[in-house]
């Protein structure tokens, strides 16, 4: 017999297994990365528990910053936040905000501007930083938050005028939407590592909160599973690695924006997000 004829023989005696197809994996996580009661019972918990909250006796007021790049949601978030906070003022009515965005990648918002609750909760929104103008952003941040910024001030003056009195900072959120993330330009990576350092230096906490489309849902009910849905927890954890900031700082929320009215799986989403910042907020004026 041929050398070639034994290995047919041999070949066809111990036939090569096909490469089995890779299932694809599950869209969702069998568990949520974080948990979140969507009941109206936690709902409304929730609602009290911010609505009753009081500021650290080291602290007449929590000031809280929300800070990021243009158009990621920032004013919007702020505008949701209200919503909630004010729903029986508002008889459940989304809280009118005229956000006109000329189609450039410049700031809509120029000034900073707070929007208060109870004389307790003092939310400040910012202008958003523009990638040609990051040179100075941290130093403008880092000016805020030491509270040495009125509010009403023009961004574009704050490093040109002298310090006025403002509030000092307890926590800061920074905004970014999760497609950024899909196609995150290196200089807004570097941008927003070089501000959590800052904040790192000066001990203010931040948390990284994510806005999420609602076009990535199917339904609002759908947002029930936001922290179980595996392509978000990938895009956030790439963010997240990015950014050098951990996961555990990490909130998702979905935005008012074309919505007249609240509904109780957004609104427990960000009042989850606010218990978060508030409780951030107490830890840092305690250690003040
Ligand atoms: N789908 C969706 N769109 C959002 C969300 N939040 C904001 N938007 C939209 O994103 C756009 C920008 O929102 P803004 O709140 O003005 O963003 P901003 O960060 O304040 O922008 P600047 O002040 O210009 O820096 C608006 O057209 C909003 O309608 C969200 O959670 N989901
Ligand atoms: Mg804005």
Redesign the pocket.
Known sequence: MTAQAVTHIRQTEHPKPEPRPQPRPEPLLPNPWREVEFSVYAYIKLQKEIINHQPHPKASTTNIL?S?????????????VFSELRSEELNGRVQN?Q?V?PGTQ?????HLRYDTFNDKIKIF?????ELEKTVNATLILKKIIDGEVAEGSKFDDILKTKCSVGDKIHCVVL?I?IHTADNMDPALIRFYEELIGMLKMTGVPCQLLV?????DFETTEDLKDLYRRRDIKQKVENIARKMKISMSNVIL??????ELKINQIKGTLLLEAVRQILMDAKHFQERM
Not at 211 to 215: E, V
Request: a neutral charge; glycine letters at 10%; one cysteine or more.
């Open positions: 929300i990021g790049n243009v158009g990621s949601g920032k004013s919007s978030f702020l505008n949701t905000i956000v965005r410049t700031t809509v918002t120029q929104d910012t202008a958003g930083f905004v939407s806005t999420c489309i609602d076009k929320v979905s935005n008012y924006f074309e």
